[in-house]
């Protein structure tokens, strides 16, 4: 019987966490910011979730790592 309930919890836990959404998103662009952050702007006014722009021409790749 303990081990039923502790399975049981343990999809209860999964499901909810399922239903978790992230309150701030990370994007990594080489695009030129006056042109791609009223897109970000647009997105986070739809949705409430904020956009972490990091705009970078080379070494994108490095800091992905």
Do not use: D, H, W
Request: aromatic share 8%; proline share 3%.
């Amino acid at each position: 019987m303990l081990r039923i309930t502790k399975i049981l919890s343990l999809c209860v836990l999964i499901g909810l966490s399922c239903l978790a959404k992230a309150a701030e998103v990370n994007v990594y662009s080489y695009r030129q910011p006056q042109l791609i952050k009223p897109i970000f702007n647009l997105f986070t006014q739809e949705t409430g979730i904020i956009v972490n722009a990091v705009y970078a021409k080379t070494g994108m790749l490095e800091r992905l790592r």
